[in-house]
């Protein structure tokens, strides 16, 4: 039995449609990576999963448990732990008695495990929390009661890149546990580096499968340069690059093929100065799909 | 152990109770301490008001100790600023957590959708327990200082008969909590809509023919001034109250199980 599945699950406000026939599984100790620009649908998705809002039709199961039965669901969500994209907490309490709040009501057996690894001022009252902080306080939550399915909505957003690499490693162990994780993610990189399987969704639709490997492989990075000179575009060009553009002395394109290939290429050019990063996963899209503007509630 | 939601919820309420409490101990001080002065000049001041100041507010043997503290204290502070800060407050319980986002990391426990709605409710228990031995106690022990000593029955009953009334205010702000999707707009609402009742129910007693239209507000049903200076207790009143007080909780519970968060 998959740890969550879904069944043609869609939420509709009037015309506006949030998600349409969303049908996928996510099979037990797996990380799967709910993919998508923003506005796209994964926030609608994980709140129709966790029963906080009622499918317009279609449905889904969560470890076993149909969310329209919302007393099975309740006693379901011992099970499961969640990480939404926005932390609502009593923001004059403490850390430690937030904490303690969702213990009482779950349990909090892994509780110091995990404050080992992500470890905000548990003594400060959450009102003065950075974004990390208050994202790492998120994470233990979502997994202190040891839960057997983990939700998590853009759980990287605000974490510095060390904590996001702790995370991510994290999540891995947690998978060898025995742990499914659910998560969303609007950056094509993350997703890549440790999901096992991804769904991708687009307008409030799941992009078909077989297109995902082509669309993953459009992902590439983002690379921007300046140069000594101005240089011709020619001499420059490679077929790993999408989208040149070359004005002047810089040079902005996607590149899509192995980093070391690429910085190997820019140094045999007089390089000032070199930005390489992630592609906003919109414009992979557009690239993708062509100039349609992708459109979608949130 | 206490329910965890109810246990948070209670301590929320703590500071605005002894707050309120304060403030009824300083009314009450103020009103018994000036008593005696007023009740000469009684009959004389009574007559500087117009008739209809005293069918608004209900008030009737203002020189007696029992008529004037049910006039100062009860027929305004307690029927309409107790009762507009319990709604008041209410109108936040749920709001405020939507808005916040709160709700979204309280729901992902196992806790039912009605058990949230009546933990928190149930940590009313705080301003209605606390303001209700607080405030008959001051007021007794005042009034005995002072040498006015009231009837103690009265004074209890004043109080104990007007829960149901302030159940009722804080079930209009917990409707309203559930239906709006803005703690502001829900806190305004439910302050606003008590007190345009009391107001209506003042203004319908003006007018023969139109009394009538205050049977559909709450203070219709509770009248401290009954209870201090004639001592009538209107118990089917209170229990009119109180029937009126669990249809509003069922329609928040019915109300706040089918929304979408």
Redesign the interface.
Same mark, same amino acid.
């Given at each position: 039995m998959p740890a969550i599945k879904l069944d043609g699950l869609s939420k509709r406000y009037g015309d506006v449609v949030a998600n349409e026939e969303v049908t996928f599984d996510v099979e037990r100790g797996e990380i799967f990576g709910y993919l998508g620009p923003n506005g796209a649908g994964k926030t609608t998705t994980i709140?129709l999963l966790?029963?906080?809002?009622?499918p317009s039709s279609g449905t889904a199961s969560v470890l076993g448990t149909d969310i329209r039965d919302? #007393?099975a669901l309740?006693?379901?969500?011992?099970r499961?732990?969640?990480l939404?994209d926005?932390?609502?907490?009593?923001?004059r309490l403490t850390g430690r008695r937030v904490l303690a709040?969702?213990g009482?009501? #779950?349990g909090d057996e892994r509780r110091d495990e995990l404050l080992k690894l992500f470890s905000p001022p548990l003594d400060r009252r959450v009102e003065t929390y950075s974004q990390g902080n208050r994202r790492m306080l998120g994470i233990v939550?979502a997994f202190m009661h040891d839960p057997d399915l983990v939700i998590m909505d853009e759980p990287t957003a605000g974490l510095d890149p060390l904590k996001q690499d702790r995370l991510h490693q994290f999540l891995e162990q947690e998978r060898e546990d025995g742990t499914t994780i659910f998560f969303s993610s609007h950056v094509l990189s993350e997703v890549q580096r440790i999901c096992d399987r991804v769904g991708i969704i687009r307008a409030g639709r799941i992009v078909d499968l077989e297109e995902i490997e082509e669309l993953l492989s459009r992902g590439g990075k983002d690379v921007w340069v300046r140069f000594a000179t101005t240089i011709e575009e020619s001499r420059f060009r490679t077929d790993q690059m999408i989208d040149l553009e070359l004005l002047g002395d810089t040079a902005r394109f996607g590149y899509t093929g192995e980093a070391k290939t690429l910085l190997e290429h820019l140094v045999r050019f007089d390089v000032l100065d070199v930005d390489i990063g992630d592609p906003q996963l919109d414009d992979v899209f557009k690239h993708y799909y062509g100039t349609e503007a992708v459109a979608g509630t949130a | 152990?206490w329910p965890?939601?109810l246990e948070?919820e209670s301590r929320r309420r703590v500071r605005g109770t002894v707050i309120l409490t304060a403030g009824f101990a300083f009314i009450t001080a103020f009103y018994l301490s000036v008593f005696q002065d007023f009740a000469g000049d009684a009959e004389a001041i009574a007559d500087a008001f117009p008739e209809f100041m005293f069918e608004f507010f209900g008030i009737e043997a203002i020189h007696t100790v029992e008529g004037f503290i049910a006039a100062e204290v009860y027929s305004f502070f307690w029927v309409i600023l107790v009762a507009a800060y319990l709604a008041y407050v209410a109108g936040g319980t749920v709001a405020a957590?939507i808005d916040?986002?709160?709700?979204?990391?309280l729901?992902?426990?196992?806790?039912?959708?009605e058990s949230v709605v009546l933990q928190k409710l149930a940590a009313f228990w705080v301003p209605l327990v606390g303001l209700n031995v607080a405030v008959p106690a001051i007021v007794y022990i005042g009034s005995v200082l002072i040498d006015e000593a009231m009837n103690p029955v009265a004074v209890i009953m004043v109080h104990l008969l007007s829960i149901p009334y302030l159940l009722v205010c804080v079930g209009i702000g917990l409707v309203c909590s559930v239906l709006l999707n803005h703690a502001r707009s829900a806190r305004a609402i439910a302050f606003g809509s008590v007190f345009l009742l009391w107001l209506v129910d003042g203004v319908s007693r003006l007018d023969p023919d139109l009394e009538w239209v205050g049977i559909v507000t709450p203070s219709r049903y509770y009248d401290p001034t009954a209870i201090l200076v004639r001592e009538e207790y209107a118990f089917v009143d209170a229990l009119v109250l109180l029937v009126v007080s669990i249809v509003l909780v069922s329609v928040a519970l019915v109300a706040f199980?089918r929304r979408?968060?």
């Open positions: 709140r966790l029963g906080l809002i009622k919302r #007393r309740t006693a379901t969500k011992a499961v732990g969640y939404p926005t932390l609502g907490f009593h923001e709040y969702y009482r009501m #779950r939550q | 152990m965890t939601i948070i957590d916040t986002r709160r709700m979204d990391l729901l992902a426990n196992p806790v039912s959708r199980v979408d968060i």
